[in-house]
């Protein structure tokens, strides 16, 4: 069995940063980050919680599905920077959009998110026939985590919010997730609260790489070895399931992290850069949100089409990495 996208939405946050404006902050240029990322701005959520902003990406994926807000069985939420350790976005999602049959829970595979909870629905669907639709959301707000005085992290980074309904369909369907979790050092944020405890009021070495509390800190050059070959190695692990070669896919919808990422795992792949999707240089790094506003863009855009066979991959924290081939 497959999964059938019936209805998506987006949030985008007002504020908009470009390459220049992080002058301000840190030495930079334009040409520096477009050159080394792709990204030329992305937008910054202001007053815009991330629940807030995945409850509006819902609701239009909710009215373009043409359903009962009632009639949703079950929503999963991805995130890695909710504005609460309790409740869970997807409550907060669940009770915004009058989802009030729903079973709610959030999921945190970091950029690798999407893909992560595209499976868990479709496992859901598969095992529960009462189970009608499931509203998957993805949100993100990694602009408060993030270090304004480091150059190297803080200019690759954007928030979001996208949200998908999706149904049981007789389709194609294949997926493989994946992590590493000896990774977990290279891409990292403290909780808050608990980086003043364990970092500031004990002795106690965690490992982890000192930063400034709660801020992201990230090993660019590891996480970029590790991205160019977690996007191949996602894919396989869910296409070798099915058959699949890179050949009969339509289009790949990729974590938007780096555009030297994708070129590089498109050799790898052997598959042609122009079947890849690319939206980070108008929304950088969204973590779980860069799927799924990527997947939402080219079918607004009528770039994507119905009957056609997509390929969605995520990798990032944890390590994670994630693959799910779907007929659109
Ligand atoms: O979603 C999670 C996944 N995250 C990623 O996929 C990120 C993976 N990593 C990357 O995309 C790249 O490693 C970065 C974009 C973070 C860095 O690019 P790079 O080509 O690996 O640069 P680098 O770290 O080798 O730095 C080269 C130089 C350094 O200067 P020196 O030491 O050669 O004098 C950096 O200090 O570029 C400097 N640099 C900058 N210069 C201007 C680093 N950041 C900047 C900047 N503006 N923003």
């Not at 989802?99 to 893909?115: P, R």
């Not at 052997?270 to 080219?298: Q, R, W």
């Amino acid at each position: 069995m497959g999964i059938k996208i019936l209805g998506m939405g987006s949030y985008l946050p007002e504020q908009t940063l470009k390459n220049d404006d992080f002058t301000r902050f840190v030495e930079t240029n334009d040409e520096w980050i477009r050159t080394r990322t792709g990204i030329v701005e992305r937008r910054m959520a202001g007053w815009e919680p991330v629940w807030y902003m995945g409850s509006e990406a819902a609701k239009k994926a909710i009215a373009q599905a043409g359903i009962s807000p009632e009639d949703i069985g079950l929503v999963i939420a991805t995130t890695a920077t909710n504005d609460f350790h309790t409740p869970s976005v997807a409550c907060m999602v669940q009770s915004e959009t009058g989802a009030v049959n729903a079973a709610a829970f959030d999921m945190n595979a970091a950029c690798s998110g999407f893909v992560y909870a595209f499976d868990t629905a479709h496992r859901f669907l598969a095992t529960d026939s009462s189970l009608k639709y499931v509203l998957i959301v993805a949100a993100e707000a990694l602009s408060r985590f993030l270090d304004f005085g480091d150059r190297s992290s803080c200019i690759l980074f954007g928030d979001g919010a996208a949200a998908a309904v999706v149904e049981y369909s007789d389709t194609l369907f294949t997926s493989g997730l994946g992590a590493d979790g000896s990774g977990g050092r290279l891409l990292y944020a403290r909780a808050v609260g608990v980086a003043e405890e364990v970092k500031i009021d004990s002795d106690f070495d965690d490992g982890f790489p000192e930063k400034r509390l709660h801020k992201l800190y990230q090993d660019g050059k590891e996480v970029y070895k590790f991205a160019t070959k977690a996007l191949p190695k996602a894919f396989h692990l869910a296409a070798d399931k099915a058959g699949i070669a890179p050949g009969d896919i339509d289009w790949f919808v990729p974590h938007q992290a780096n555009i030297r990422i994708i070129e590089t795992a498109a050799k790898n792949l052997g598959a042609p850069m122009e079947k890849f999707i690319v939206t980070l240089d108008h929304y950088g790094n969204t973590s779980s949100a860069s799927i799924p506003l990527a997947l939402c863009e080219s079918v607004e855009k009528g770039i994507i089409k119905r009957g056609q066979k997509l390929a969605l991959i995520g990798f990032g924290a944890g390590l994670t990495y994630a693959g799910a081939i779907f007929e659109y």
